[in-house]
């Protein structure tokens, strides 16, 4: 290798090359070298890049005031986070999401990236640890056992307020779908059987106050995560740190960030719990099932054209088949559907990695991080897609609707109040039977007059509550 692009820095196990234009060093450099995982890199969730410089900035901050480091080094930490958190630097955290070692290379790819900024603002080289060390400086009274998991804490905050302004939109979209055809009849089914009729309003309106509800769960799920432990340390004990560093940096932390974060009462409970990160995964895979849920019956709806339910038509994004001219998949359902499935089978890795802790700390949160970060980030970006390429350009075959309701024998229970279940039986047995329709069924067995059935199936009576005594 060529040593003018290389810097010679050491660790425990010894020197190592470094790339000498790289801001990370050498144990940002033994992650690089060990873990080849997956596909995911930290530069890859810039959330998760500002949040971790946001820690440090608090720390650096909440140090000086309490004379744990010079004035001059801690305004070049704060300084270098500050270029972080504004975008800065993003591309010098090319760490693999899936690692060992309790989040130690996220933690120490921060430290370094950050000292050596920071070396650089106050007139050294980087590499030049003695001026300001990613140990000493930056990591100053903290360990990667509070860091790591405020950060990654921080970074599911940020991310749940956008996966919630992405829901609020589909929700939106869902209502005005909903407006649209709050005065087109179709039949309800349960069981996928034909029920009773509904208006492909209410179906629609549906949808939206069913996931109206999982902002409400999202939110107070993520609330849990504003509870943090920095100045806990390696196993909540506080060693190494001064007294009042941990509420000092949780106030500036809070003041830095603009979310409000709380110290928990309790940090040598608090270092292992993984707790909020499943309830949290929770509220995820409940709002992943309804998602999903809803996308098969948007399938089921488009179903067809000419064999199916044919109730809507979902916009056409992309031929259907390689071997079958004119075929066209309900593709975006598919795909949100894929995603979901992906949400659930996250959950149960959360729920095993939390499960896994042992004793004063839980080495498994970077696969808890991974999984947490994948599942709001693809359910962000699904949700938009759902709503931009599926939900909006949805248009209804009100005849088709129609017509279905007209010939269902479904609507018989319309009857029951008038002629009892036992007559409608009969009658819907008949129908199922002749083909006939039930209104003329009705009809040629005097069973009630044209204006009485006219009255007992009228649309509107048939889609909401209705007080049929005074019909009789």
């Known amino acids: 290798m060529d040593s003018a692009n290389y810097r010679i820095e050491s660790d425990l196990l010894g020197e190592l090359e470094v790339p000498v234009d790289a801001y990370y060093g050498v144990q940002t450099q033994r992650a690089l070298n060990n873990y080849h995982v997956s596909a995911n890199h930290m530069s890859d969730y810039p959330d998760f890049v500002v949040s971790i410089a946001y820690v440090k900035w608090a720390a650096a901050l909440a140090n000086e005031e309490l004379g744990a480091l010079p004035h001059d080094v801690a305004q070049a930490i704060a300084a270098a986070c500050k270029e972080i958190v504004e975008g800065a630097f993003v591309d010098q955290f090319p760490i693999d999401m899936m690692q060992g070692g309790a989040g130690t290379s996220v933690n120490m790819n921060a430290n370094e990236v950050i000292a050596n900024r920071a070396l650089e603002l106050m007139g050294h080289k980087k590499g030049e640890y003695k001026f300001c060390s990613p140990n000493d400086h930056v990591n100053c009274a903290q360990s990667t056992n509070d860091a790591y998991p405020t950060a990654i804490k921080y970074t599911f905050i940020r991310m749940n307020k956008k996966l919630v302004a992405n829901l609020a939109k589909l929700i939106e979209a869902l209502s005005k779908k909903g407006k649209e055809y709050e005065n087109i009849i179709k039949m309800g089914r349960t069981q996928l059987q034909d029920a009773v009729p509904m208006t492909a309003g209410q179906e629609f309106m549906a949808f939206a106050h069913s996931l109206e509800k999982e902002i409400e769960n999202l939110n107070c799920n993520a609330a849990m995560l504003h509870e943090i432990n920095m100045g806990g340390t390696a196993i909540g004990t506080g060693i190494n740190a001064v007294p009042g560093f941990s509420e000092l940096c949780t106030q500036k932390m809070t003041e830095l960030c603009g979310d409000k974060m709380e110290l928990a009462a309790d940090l040598v409970e608090a270092t292992p719990d993984t707790a909020d990160y ?161 209104y003329d069924i009705v009809l040629e067995n005097g069973i009630m007059t044209k204006e009485k059935l006219d009255e007992a199936l009228d649309p509107k009576h048939m889609v909401e509550s209705h007080d049929y005594t005074k019909d009789r």
């Open 278 to 438: 499943v309830s949290y995964s929770g509220a995820l895979k409940r709002l992943a099932v309804k998602l999903s849920k809803i996308c098969n019956d948007l399938r089921l709806m488009g179903s067809g054209p000419c064999c199916g339910l044919h109730e809507i038509n979902l916009p056409p994004m992309a031929p259907g088949s390689s071997i079958m001219p004119g075929k066209v998949n309900p593709v975006i359902p598919e795909v949100t559907n894929q995603v979901c499935f992906k949400v659930i089978g996250n959950d149960t890795a959360i729920m095993m990695a939390a499960e896994a802790g042992q004793l004063q700390l839980n080495v498994m949160e970077p696969v808890i991080t991974e999984c947490l970060i994948e599942s709001i980030s693809w359910l962000t970006n699904v949700i938009d897609i759902l709503r931009v390429k599926c939900i909006e350009g949805i248009t209804i075959n009100k005849e088709r609707c129609e017509e279905m309701v007209k010939h269902s024998i479904g609507i018989v229970t319309a009857l029951n109040p008038y002629i009892g279940y036992k007559t409608s039986t009969k009658v819907a047995k008949e129908a199922l039977a002749t083909g006939k329709s039930v």
